[in-house]
C-alpha cells in the first residue's frame, strides 16, 4: 500500500483545513487507516483512525469535537477534517495503514507498516 498525503498549510487559530490521503495498491478491505502527528520537539501521536470496512471511527481526546476523519471508497482516500485549529496543533502529520488492526490498538504507531510522507500544518495565534 503506497499513501500520499496532502492538504496542510498555514491556517490561523480557529480555522480549518483539511488533510488528504490517498492509497494505492491492494485493497484496503481489512485495514485500518489513521492520522498521527508529530510536533517539534515531541513524539508522534495519535490523532484519529478509521476502519476501511464499516467506518468506525476513534480519536484522541485532544481532538474530539474538533476533528473529523472520514473516508472516500471509491478513490481510496482518507480525510481529516480539522476545525477551531489551535496552535498545539501544528504538526507534520502523517497518515498510515496497517492490516488486521484491532480496535484497541490503533493509536499505537509502532503497529502500522504503511505511512505516507507527511504534510506540515502551522496554526499561527
Known amino acids: 500500500v503506497q499513501l500520499q498525503a496532502s492538504g496542510g498549510g498555514l491556517v490561523q487559530a480557529g480555522g480549518s483545513l483539511r488533510l488528504s490521503c490517498a492509497a494505492s495498491g491492494q485493497t484496503l478491505s481489512n485495514y485500518r487507516m489513521a492520522w498521527f502527528r508529530q510536533a517539534p520537539g515531541k513524539e508522534r501521536a495519535f490523532v484519529a483512525a478509521i476502519r476501511w470496512s464499516g467506518g468506525s471511527t476513534s480519536y484522541a481526546d485532544s481532538v474530539k469535537g474538533r476533528f473529523t476523519i472520514s473516508k472516500e471508497s471509491a478513490k481510496k482516500t482518507m480525510y481529516l477534517q480539522m476545525n477551531s485549529l489551535k496552535p498545539e496543533d501544528t504538526a507534520v502529520y502523517y497518515c498510515?495503514?496497517?492490516?488486521?488492526?484491532?480496535?484497541?490498538?490503533?493509536?499505537?504507531?509502532?503497529?502500522?507498516?504503511?505511512w505516507g510522507q507527511g504534510t506540515l500544518v502551522t496554526v499561527s495565534s
Open positions: 498510515a495503514a496497517q492490516s488486521g488492526l484491532i480496535a484497541s490498538m490503533v493509536s499505537r504507531d509502532d503497529l502500522y507498516t504503511y
